[in-house]
């Protein structure tokens, strides 16, 4: 019989917990400051939504556990390097992450930087140095995947539009390329890397599969900005109401809630339809969908 969800996701994260702690460099070695700040920045935190994705996908897609795994890293690497800049003075200047003082609170800036660098380079290692895929090509493809979603055309670039965006009124177009490529890049990206350390599925499921990411990628920001407005800061363990104090364009401040909340159903209506061709398969898939749009937190 298959588990429930909620053990479903209990036990990847704990198991996902260890993967990090044994991909992460040891606090004990040199440079030991730099290494403790990463292990603070990403050990113990989050809902690892994209590596839940990435899990999903792999088992859709028959991969082994140990690959899927890897990537599911990789992605949440690239993630929480984002956070850490994110919330530095010269971006967001925030002191709350994930119910803890924020890397460059802890520490410093200048080691803030630094993990965000460093976390993002051992993502690419990871790509390059583990076993992914029996086929060396379709690895390489996995390492330009994660480049392409987290650099400049991607998740770099989103933020970018977004701080370009602040105090302009922006249309639903724009604001919708900017979270395709802020968030929705990157959740794509997790998707599709599960997917890729299998070999079950064709080129065009594949292609429904990124269609379900872009998707819901979608919708997870949507959700984002309601609960912004709608949550407190310790039940979202970041500060709350950041997006009206600092004006910045939202799916709420175009939409108004309702809007929003409506816009949110729509995506993920949309995005489970891109699902319906690989059955109960897809069941966890589905499942991390509704806690997307249905979260609290
Ligand atoms: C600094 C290059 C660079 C990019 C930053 C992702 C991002 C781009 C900024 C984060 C700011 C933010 C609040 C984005 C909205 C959506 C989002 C990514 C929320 C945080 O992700 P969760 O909810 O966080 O998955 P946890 O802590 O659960 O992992």
Partial sequence: MMTDFATWVATRQTSFESVLQRLLPPPGIAPQRLHQAMR?????????????????????AGAAVARVEVAAAAAELIHAYSLVHDDMPCMDDDVLRRGKATCHVEYDEATALLVG????????QLLAERALHDDAKRQLQMVKL??????????????????????????????????????????RAAILLGAY?????????????????????????????????EADTATLGKTAGKDADHAKPTYVSLLGLAGAKEMAQRLHGEA????????????????LADFIVLRKF
């Fill in 146 to 187: 994660l480049a392409l979603a987290s650099g400049s055309r991607g998740m770099a670039g989103g933020q970018a539009l977004d701080l370009a965006g602040v105090g302009q009124q922006l249309t639903l177009p724009e604001l919708e390329q900017m979270h395709i490529h802020k968030t929705g890049a990157l959740i």
């Fill in 197 to 229: 350390c299998g070999d079950r599925l064709s080129d065009a499921q594949l292609e429904r599969l990124d269609h379900f990411g872009k998707l819901i990628g979608l919708a997870f920001q949507v959700v984002d900005d309601v609960l912004d407005c």
């Fill in 40 to 60: 603070y920045s990403v050990l113990e935190g989050g809902k690892r939504v994209r590596p839940l994705l990435a899990y999903a996908a792999g088992e859709l």
């Fill in 117 to 124: 660098d460093a976390l993002q380079s051992l993502a690419f």
């Fill in 272 to 287: 489970l339809q891109c699902l319906d061709e690989f059955g109960d398969a897809a069941r966890r898939l589905r499942e």
